[in-house]
């Protein structure tokens, strides 16, 4: 049973920085690109980073130069390392693998890390 548990998340100020990290199990994670996606309030789920498993890296532009995606795969982990934090960065980040993302059409994911950016 694949199973997706991020954390990291919290309240902090515009300008700060926090560190997202997502577990994952129940798949071949080394061999499976991964995303981290953000759902804003009243807005869809979108993908802010992404990661191959040749550890190529991929970012949205509201994100690019602020953010950075990385992996351990001797932990099976994800990380998202989010600087220079915007208001507009409030949201619900979760992680995924494209694969989960295909096999499940888009509809399967884990319970998010809520980030809140206070101006």
């Known amino acids: 049973q694949v199973q997706l548990v991020e954390s990291g998340g919290g309240l902090v100020q515009a300008g700060g920085s926090l560190t997202l990290s997502c577990a994952a199990s129940?798949?071949?994670?080394?061999?499976?690109?991964m995303g981290w996606y953000r759902q804003a309030p009243g807005k869809q789920r979108e993908l802010v980073a992404h990661?191959?498993?040749?550890?190529?890296?991929d970012y949205a532009d509201s994100v690019t130069g602020r953010f950075t995606i990385s992996r351990d795969n001797t932990k099976n982990t994800v990380y998202l390392q989010m600087n220079s934090l915007k208001p507009e960065d409030t949201g619900v980040y979760y992680c995924?693998?494209?694969?989960?993302?295909?096999?499940?059409?888009?509809?399967?994911w884990g319970q998010g890390t809520q980030v809140t950016v206070s101006s």
């Open positions: 995924n693998a494209d694969s989960v993302v295909a096999l499940y059409d888009g509809d399967y």
């Open positions: 129940g798949i071949s994670f080394s061999i499976n690109a």
């Open positions: 990661i191959t498993s040749g550890h190529v890296t």
